[in-house]
């Protein structure tokens, strides 16, 4: 992986945070509470395991045990 795909999963991790909120509040408002729980849970769980996995390999290319490639090098 180069740094511009880990700055595109980084900004994809985001957008699903980002979007769960909205689904769970518009949900919320036509199917209520525990629906929306449920429809907004999954696309957390990704996110979030998305943003978990994309700190371990940034920590890890801070080590140096696991790079992320430079495209300009």
Known sequence: MDRSGFVK???IAF???ILSFFVRGTSRLV???DTAELL???IAVVGFA??????VRATLDAVGLWEVENPDA
């Open 15 to 17: 957008g699903l945070v």
């Open 40 to 42: 907004q849970a999954p």
């Open 50 to 55: 998305l943003l978990v996995y994309l700190f």
């Open 31 to 33: 199917l209520g509470p």
């Open 9 to 11: 999963l980084a900004m």
